[in-house]
């Protein structure tokens, strides 16, 4: 690991000292890190992997195995542990696996019976639909929040730079906005970028650009309520806290959670936090297609009409006070197989 660490930090140009300030920490232990005399705890494992643009997994990874060396590495009968743990480890995932319901689980094999046939096309217009399907994100995912464009509005805002008449302008960069904010996430996914508080910031900034300056990529400084005399934190050191170990829980889980199942999950714990004053539901809802992309899904688009959105929100709500967390789930998996059949559909004409 050290020379991983070390190696990675040379190759972005940063001097231990930097890495320190980043990550506030003592510079002196970032040296440690390096020579191998002190070990980072799980939490700086996924702060350096970020910072420095090292897979999370190849760091974890390594990371893992020199604690296992560590603590058992001597011992007669480590490899015999070892075995047993792996044979403990597959029966502990496959238990986890049997938590989803039958009615989800048929749904989520549909889903990838449908996202295969997807991936053995190659039209030619792939690129054409793609940009139609997102243009419609961002149309249902304004209207979710109350922008009156239309479909054919947001299009002549957006691919025309037109301006409507008797629309405001905040409803104006709204539509452009969130179009960048997902060409962001797109660049994300192409450049393999660890999703992490950074790049969270920066949707949010994207999505507030000109509309509200102030409030552009900063936690919200007032409490939020959930439920009944129940509140979200007000303090953005305690909300950026938990944006923080939010994310080290998707590293740790994404690898043994259904995407489509993680891609909800992040969605709600988002929304359970709500870091910011403004523009909750969006960033979460990018943060939740984002997620879905990264593992080959098409985008989860959910109506903004009135029965939908009726249907979305008290889905939502059951999830975020524990009524029913897998219904949101169903909610969305159905979504995203209708989705990827539409998808299916306009590439075959």
Do not use: C
């Given at each position: 690991?050290?020379?991983?660490l070390?190696?990675?930090?040379?190759?972005?140009?940063?001097?231990?000292?930097e890495v320190?300030?980043?990550?506030?920490?003592?510079q002196?232990?970032?040296?440690?890190?390096?020579?191998?005399?002190?070990?980072?705890?799980?939490?700086?494992?996924?702060?350096?992997?970020?910072l420095?643009?090292i897979?999370?997994?190849?760091?974890?990874?390594?990371?893992?195995?020199?604690?296992?060396?560590?603590?058992?590495?001597?011992?007669?009968?480590a490899?015999?542990?070892?075995?047993?743990?792996?044979?403990?480890?597959?029966?502990?995932?496959?238990?986890s696996?049997?938590?989803?319901s039958p009615?989800?689980?048929?749904?989520?094999?549909?889903?990838?019976?449908?996202?295969?046939?997807?991936?053995n096309?190659?039209?030619?217009?792939?690129?054409?639909?793609?940009?139609?399907?997102e243009?419609?994100?961002?149309?249902?995912?304004?209207?979710?929040?109350g922008?009156t464009?239309?479909?054919?509005e947001?299009?002549l805002?957006?691919?025309e730079g037109?301006?409507?008449s008797?629309k405001?302008?905040?409803?104006?960069m709204?539509?452009?906005?969130?179009?960048?904010?997902i060409?962001?996430?797109?660049?994300?996914?192409?450049?393999?970028?660890v999703?992490?508080?950074k790049?969270?910031?920066?949707?949010h900034?994207?999505?507030?650009?000109?509309?509200?300056?102030?409030?552009?990529?900063?936690?919200?400084?007032?409490?939020?309520?959930i439920?009944?005399?129940?509140?979200t934190?007000?303090d953005?050191?305690?909300?950026?806290?938990?944006?923080e170990?939010?994310?080290?829980?998707?590293?740790?889980?994404?690898?043994?959670?259904?995407?489509?199942?993680?891609?909800?999950?992040?969605q709600?714990?988002?929304?359970?936090?709500?870091?910011?004053?403004?523009?909750?539901?969006?960033?979460?809802?990018?943060?939740?297609?984002?997620?879905l992309?990264?593992?080959?899904?098409?985008?989860a688009?959910?109506?903004?009409?009135?029965?939908?959105?009726?249907?979305?929100?008290?889905k939502?709500?059951?999830?975020?006070?524990?009524?029913d967390?897998?219904?949101?789930?169903l909610?969305?998996?159905?979504?995203?197989?209708?989705?990827?059949?539409?998808?299916?559909?306009?590439?075959?004409?």
């Amino acid at each position: 690991m050290k020379s991983l660490l070390k190696t990675a930090r040379e190759e972005k140009g940063l001097k231990t000292r930097e890495v320190a300030q980043l990550l506030s920490i003592d510079q002196a232990l970032v040296s440690k890190f390096e020579s191998g005399t002190r070990k980072p705890t799980k939490e700086q494992i996924t702060k350096l992997a970020a910072l420095l643009e090292i897979n999370f997994e190849t760091l974890m990874t390594v990371w893992l195995k020199e604690k296992i060396i560590h603590e058992i590495g001597q011992e007669e009968f480590a490899l015999q542990a070892l075995k047993d743990a792996e044979a403990e480890i597959i029966v502990l995932r496959i238990s986890s696996a049997n938590k989803i319901s039958p009615e989800l689980q048929k749904l989520l094999d549909q889903i990838e019976t449908l996202k295969l046939k997807l991936q053995n096309l190659n039209p030619n217009n792939y690129s054409q639909i793609t940009q139609i399907l997102e243009l419609e994100y961002t149309f249902e995912s304004n209207r979710l929040e109350g922008n009156t464009l239309t479909l054919s509005e947001t299009d002549l805002v957006v691919n025309e730079g037109q301006t409507i008449s008797g629309k405001n302008m905040r409803e104006h960069m709204e539509a452009l906005n969130h179009i960048e904010a997902i060409a962001f996430i797109k660049n994300m996914i192409h450049k393999n970028i660890v999703l992490n508080e950074k790049e969270f910031i920066a949707i949010h900034s994207l999505i507030l650009r000109g509309i509200l300056p102030k409030e552009a990529g900063q936690y919200r400084k007032i409490p939020f309520t959930i439920k009944e005399n129940s509140f979200t934190p007000s303090d953005p050191s305690i909300i950026q806290k938990e944006i923080e170990a939010l994310f080290n829980w998707y590293e740790i889980n994404k690898s043994t959670v259904h995407p489509i199942v993680i891609a909800t999950e992040m969605q709600q714990r988002i929304l359970a936090i709500y870091p910011f004053t403004n523009a909750n539901g969006k960033v979460s809802r990018l943060i939740m297609n984002l997620v879905l992309m990264q593992n080959g899904y098409v985008i989860a688009n959910i109506k903004g009409d009135s029965e939908s959105r009726m249907q979305y929100y008290q889905k939502l709500e059951n999830a975020l006070i524990g009524k029913d967390k897998e219904d949101i789930i169903l909610f969305i998996a159905q979504i995203e197989k209708d989705n990827i059949a539409r998808y299916l559909t306009l590439l075959s004409q």
